[in-house]
């Protein structure tokens, strides 16, 4: 039997009780499909239901075939090694016994002697040179994306399920996933904001409120489809609108014309000489005339209001997304920012940045490079103060924001509205509730728990409780799209485009570091800098 995965009505709604589908219709085969959509409209439910991870409230899912899911971050039990990962720890072992000639005869007869071949060829398929017996603690979470990439890649599942699989990897991590991919010849569920990765693709799943739409082939495609139909169905929209006015208008015109009659046909009678019961059936002509009117301009009016909500049902209606930042007022002079002769790390004697000065002087806009591992995330640790230097001074001179990978400044146990309240003291109900609604948590949404919200809107509720206010003459910002979706990373490409403070960005996204302007580039290289 072919590979095949079918959703037959399936739905579901988020623990708040927001449905996210109702009924829904769904069939993949040994296609490479991306899945996208706004933040929150349930990309991330849907693999959890394929995967079994969530079961529907009603409906049924059919998987034939072997499924492979990697999720947006890999979880690191302690001491955990790539071999645990593969599942290949006892199989490894067995082969060691057998080189140390302490192998039993079982275990000879079944020693698979390719299997390190194996997997080296599953860790170069993703980009990665480690070692089986490599902790995953030792890597970078890129390099965790990647290991958890290589794994499923190992196993030859029917289909994957990737969950935002170049998020955190860096260049050569993001070209060797689009590589895998493009050269995969079974199925594949792709959730991915990632434009690049979309364009190797063979089909296009856009889940909106109102559902599935299947687009064949990839991003490009489907971006020229959805024009042309987004296009059609505004003009769809446009001509039912008008026709609704035009029937309002005659509807009125007829209402105005009978007032007319009638009023004429009182002052008749009030003049005398009609008998009374011409003057009856005048009046009965006149209620039945009204009555048929009345009944047709609602035959009418109805039929007019029915065309425009189809067609509306064929727009999802959808506020956009937008990053206006006020002004810092940041002098082009002024040092915001100055590092001498620093050496930190985590473990003694093993440093991971080494004797690095620089600065940042004025609204500069500076990107940290670096592959995974190079000690990006080390360096805004010690920008940020959570991690002290073992020499040299790290001296910040005005106020800053941080917004890391995990949104840590937020409480997953409180609101957006109670975490933004929190983040910024001064600013009043009012404040807060505008500032929200600029990121798309309007009314009862920004009273959202933050434990409950999707990757992309954990993000989204940051930016807005770190730059909804008065946002700070610095801004340090770690993979700042990250799980956002193509329209929401558009939206802070062109706010941050705009701010007129520092900016310290980590992105290993190219077209949004050019997007915003960067205008040097600091890149570590084992523990040094370049540039």
């Known amino acids: 039997m072919p590979a095949s995965i079918t959703l037959s009505q399936i739905s579901w709604s988020a623990p708040d009780g927001r449905p996210l589908f109702s009924n829904l219709d769904l069939s993949f085969g040994r296609d490479r499909t991306g899945l996208v959509g706004r933040n929150g409209v349930g990309k991330t439910t ?32 302690p001491e955990e090694t790539i071999a645990d990962l593969f599942g290949i720890t006892e199989a490894l072992a067995v082969l060691h016994r057998a080189e140390a000639g302490q192998a039993t005869a079982d275990e000879l007869a079944s020693a698979d002697w390719m299997l390190p071949a194996r997997i080296a060829a599953a860790l170069g398929r993703t980009g990665l040179d480690a070692e089986p017996q490599t902790p995953l603690a030792a890597l970078s979470g890129g390099q965790r994306t990647r290991a958890g990439l290589a794994a499923l890649v190992f196993t030859e599942p029917d289909f994957l399920l990737l969950d935002e699989p170049t998020n955190n990897l860096d260049r050569d ?10 050269g995969w010849r079974a199925g594949a569920i792709i959730v991915s904001h ?20 299947r687009y064949g082939g990839n991003w490009s495609h489907y971006r020229e489809r959805k024009a042309l139909e987004l296009a059609a169905a ?74 425009a909500k189809a067609a509306r049902e064929k727009i999802e209606i959808l506020q956009p997304l937008s990053v206006n930042l006020p002004p810092t007022g940041l002098p082009a002079s002024k040092v915001v920012l100055k ?18 000065s620089f600065d940042v002087t004025g609204p500069e806009r500076i990107a940290l490079a670096g592959r ?36 840590s400044l937020l409480d997953p146990s409180a609101s957006i509205r109670d975490n933004f309240r929190r983040i910024n003291p001064l600013s009043d109900e009012n ?60 939206a802070v490409e062109a706010g941050l485009s705009a701010y007129d403070g520092a900016l310290i960005v980590v992105s290993h996204d190219e077209r949004i570091l050019e997007s915003i302007g960067i205008e040097r580039r600091l890149e570590l290289v084992g523990g040094d800098a370049v540039g």
């Open 372 to 407: 995974n591992g190079s000690g990006k995330t080390t360096l805004l640790a010690l920008v940020t103060g959570a991690l002290k230097p073992w020499a040299g001074t790290v001296a910040v001179m005005t106020g800053f924001a941080m917004l890391d990978q995990k949104v």
């Open 234 to 307: 505004e003009h769809d929209l446009a001509d039912a609108e008008k026709r609704m006015a035009e029937v309002a208008r005659k509807t009125q015109a007829t209402v105005e014309r009978q007032a007319h009659r009638d009023s004429a046909g009182r002052k008749k009678a009030a003049k005398g000489g009609v008998p009374r019961i011409l003057l009856g059936g005048m009046k009965e002509r006149s209620e039945t005339t009204g009555g048929d009117n009345a009944r047709l301009a609602e035959r009418r009016r109805t039929e007019a209001l029915d065309e």
């Open 431 to 490: 404040t807060c509730r505008a500032a929200l609604a600029r990121f798309m948590f309007r009314a009862d949404a920004a009273l959202q728990t933050v434990s409950t919200l999707s990757g992309g809107q954990l993000l989204r509720a940051g930016l807005a409780c770190t730059l909804g206010a008065a946002p700070p003459p610095l801004l340090i910002l770690d993979e700042p799209t990250n799980h956002l979706d193509i329209d929401s990373i558009s």
């Open 194 to 213: 990632d434009r690049e990765l979309l364009e190797s693709v063979d089909q296009i799943v856009e889940l909106t409120s109102l559902g599935a739409t």
């Open 339 to 356: 590092m001498e002769a620093v050496t930190a790390g985590y473990r003694p004697g093993d440093p991971v940045i080494r004797d690095l």
């Open 46 to 77: 849907l693999l959890k239901l394929v995967s079994g991870e969530l079961r529907p409230q009603s409906g049924t899912i059919s998987v034939s075939g072997s499924l492979g899911t990697l999720r947006q971050s890999v979880q690191v039990a």
């Open 173 to 182: 991590g993001r070209a060797a996933v689009i590589a895998l991919m493009s």
